[in-house]
């Protein structure tokens, strides 16, 4: 194999673990009752290097205090996104995965801890210990309330990506909204706001961009427990989680394809190909897929089992 084929090949599993990467943060409910308390860190704003200015043109590089609301810069350009998890029947999936042993002692593993570490200590706070309006864990309210119908993760490929996750949920309920109102009472600790998704004189679908939602006055919201701070906003009838605010506004501001729920889905990995590389790309036309494969997976009492790759074929179907 030559070099540049190795290279292709490390681009395409790259983009699959990265994908399969959303399949732990379903399970955290798993590990995070028997996780100590983690130390402090400091939630983050802005990107390395590129600060949110706030209101009064001072560079603010930490996340804003409770009474200290801070000013976002738009994006420049609108993230294309790469890999997406639909989550289809997201109660079955995550019962599944909190009964998985297999889960349970891979999240109690050294790299699991690493990848669960910015979000466990938030979810795994129990509403009692904050006098909250509910009881019980924070995943499971979220899991319950907030997540119970069919949403996406979506990493996101371009410039100035903050390369971490948007959980995204289009026409949130009436329901999902209540437990997010509930939640920003709890955890609140400032706001940040943004004038619209893009600066002026920036259309967006240039230079590789995506393409941009009309949106204005956005609002996001910090919250936080267990001195870790989980960022969320509501706008276009879309609701965004992330562990960054900038992965907020991304999920805020993009267009996302439509959702294509394969027969006998409980779950699927959408990788789109075109931005993760040349050899990402190369893997549909081989297969003689046209546009993004799925990886489709049902579950089975704890188990997710797969059902197949799925996509629309094109006229010289190699798979054929």
């Known amino acids: 194999m030559t070099e540049p084929t190795q290279k292709s090949s490390k681009r395409v599993l790259f983009g699959l673990a990265a ?23 400091p939630a983050v704003a802005g990107d390395a290097g590129e600060p949110i200015a706030s209101s009064s043109g ?17 994006l420049r350009v609108v993230p294309v996104p790469s890999v997406i998890v639909e989550v289809l029947d997201a109660p079955a999936v995550y019962r599944a995965l909190r009964g998985n042993a297999w889960l349970s002692e891979a999240l109690d ?13 938030f979810l795994g706070t129990r509403g009692e210990d904050v006098k909250a ?17 069919p949403f996406r993760v979506v990493w996101f490929a371009g410039n100035k ?35 619209r998704c893009v600066e002026p004189g920036e259309d967006g679908d240039g230079d590789g961009a995506g393409k941009v939602r009309a949106l204005e006055k956005l609002t996001i919201r910090r919250w936080l427990l267990a001195d ?70 049902g579950v089975e009492g704890d188990r997710l089992v797969p059902r197949g790759l799925s996509g629309a074929l094109a006229q010289s179907a190699r798979l054929g």
């Open 58 to 74: 001072t560079s603010v590089y930490g996340a804003p205090a409770v009474s200290d609301p801070v000013v976002m810069q738009a």
């Open 19 to 41: 994908a399969g990467g959303a399949l732990c943060v379903l399970g955290l409910a798993v590990w995070l009752a028997r996780r100590p308390p983690a130390e402090p860190a």
């Open 133 to 149: 309006e509910f009881s019980g864990r924070v995943v499971d309210f979220v899991a319950e309330k907030v997540l119970s119908a």
């Open 161 to 195: 990506i903050t390369g971490v996750p948007a959980v995204v949920l289009e026409e949130p309920s009436s329901s999902a909204s209540a437990a997010f109102a509930v939640l920003d009472r709890v955890a609140g600790r400032g706001t940040l706001t943004v004038e």
């Open 109 to 121: 593993a050294p790299i699991g801890r690493g990848f669960l570490g910015s979000w466990a200590g």
């Open 228 to 297: 870790h701070a989980v960022y969320a906003g509501i706008a276009g009838e879309r609701l965004v989680m992330s562990r960054r605010p900038a992965a907020v506004l991304q999920g805020l501001c993009a267009e996302l394809p439509a959702a294509t729920p394969r027969a006998g889905a409980a779950l699927q990995i959408e990788l789109l190909a075109e931005t993760l590389g040349r050899g990402a790309d190369l893997f549909p036309r081989l297969l003689g897929l046209d546009g993004a494969p799925a990886l489709v997976f």
